[in-house]
């Protein structure tokens, strides 16, 4: 049973430049959630996408975006990239988007650089 | 808006030593309560949780009770092992979000 995956792992952008990252539940899951950890820091809720729709939203600009597709997977999308963007980001799925005693499950994280 | 304060690490253990790691909350309504762990290379894991006031969390030695008079949600474990060295994530959910503390890493010597 695979668990949550993510990719890229690793991934280097320069100052301006967009990024896009991926992705996949664990099965059986059909909400996807993201959040940003910065180094040394506790992880921050971006987004929830339940139904290919954004259900919840952190305290994150417009250039922060996603997207979910029929088979569950989804991306996120960072515009206009800045140095303070340069963090983990992590994908955590659920079956449903609002359980409150649910385990989400999250995936290894992508290690986004911004120079 | 909610938030959730951790004591500051590292915290540096010996071998079977006991182990507290301090959390308290804020929150307008009542949330349910996690500890995740990060162990160095690998994901975010659930360790344990509860739901609500006076519950308590237990799974692989580490407990955490739910005390809502003094908002704390403290992770116990009575005799720590190396394998444990990993950072420690206190969490509440309500809704669809999870709110985290800034971590604890823990070392432990053997």
């Known amino acids: 049973d695979a668990g949550v995956t993510q990719s890229p792992t690793h991934l280097i952008k320069t100052r301006g430049q967009q990024v896009t990252l991926r992705c996949s539940p664990k099965s059986g899951h059909d909400t996807v959630s993201w959040y940003q950890q910065a180094l040394g820091q506790g992880p921050q809720f971006i987004f929830q996408y339940y139904e290919e729709e954004e259900r919840q939203r952190g305290n994150f600009p417009d250039r922060f975006s996603g997207h979910q597709f029929p088979n569950y997977s989804s991306e996120l999308n960072v515009n206009a990239l800045l140095l303070g963007d340069s963090a983990l980001y992590l994908c955590?799925?659920?079956?449903?988007?609002?359980?409150?005693?649910?385990?989400?499950?999250f995936g290894e994280g992508s290690r986004l650089t911004v120079l | 808006g909610d938030s959730v304060t951790q004591m500051e690490g590292p915290v540096t253990l010996s071998e079977e030593a006991f182990l507290t790691i301090n959390c308290t909350y804020t929150?307008?309504?009542?949330?349910?309560l996690f500890w995740y762990v990060q162990y160095p290379g690998e994901g975010l894991q659930l360790l344990l949780k509860a739901t609500k006031a006076d519950d308590k969390g237990s799974n692989k030695g580490f407990e955490a009770t739910y005390r809502k008079e003094t908002t704390s949600f403290h992770l116990e474990k009575g005799s720590v092992q190396v394998s444990d060295s990993a950072v420690y994530f206190c969490a509440l959910r309500e809704g669809n979000m999870l709110t985290f503390g800034g971590g604890t890493r823990l070392m432990v010597k053997p």
């Open positions: 929150a307008t309504g009542y949330p349910s």
């Open positions: 955590a799925s659920s079956l449903g988007p609002s359980v409150h005693t649910g385990e989400l499950f």
